[in-house]
């Protein structure tokens, strides 16, 4: 089971203490050994929920990644673009804006 902060747990909650312990509960034969301390499992679990850390600067390729990363990927993407949208109840608001930008550094089949 994939535990991430975006999607709610099947257990008793996201805190990572009371989900490793639930965890130890249902999964005794697994968990319940002394070679896996329940510290172990909380540092785990809290390294779960906080999901994968992800530097754009380093996904070259979205078809390549793995669905974690994707979502993590699109997740900060989506947080960029609402840091940087002015709606129309904005001061800095400007409707029907014109920007020019710099010409390409090739040509390209969708210039013409």
Do not use: C
């Amino acid at each position: 089971m994939m535990w991430s902060a975006r999607h709610k747990t099947r257990g008793p909650s996201n805190e990572p203490r009371r989900v490793a312990q639930w965890l130890v509960r249902k999964q005794p034969e697994l968990l319940g050994s002394s070679q896996v301390t329940l510290q172990q499992i909380e540092q785990l679990v809290a390294r779960a929920l906080r999901g994968p850390s992800i530097d754009l600067d380093t996904v070259d390729d979205l078809q390549t990644v793995s669905e974690d990363v994707l979502v993590a990927v699109k997740d900060r993407m989506n947080e960029e673009f609402e840091k940087n949208l002015v709606r129309p109840d904005d001061p800095q608001y400007q409707y029907n804006r014109a920007v020019d930008f710099a010409g390409g550094e090739e040509p390209s089949d969708w210039d013409d």
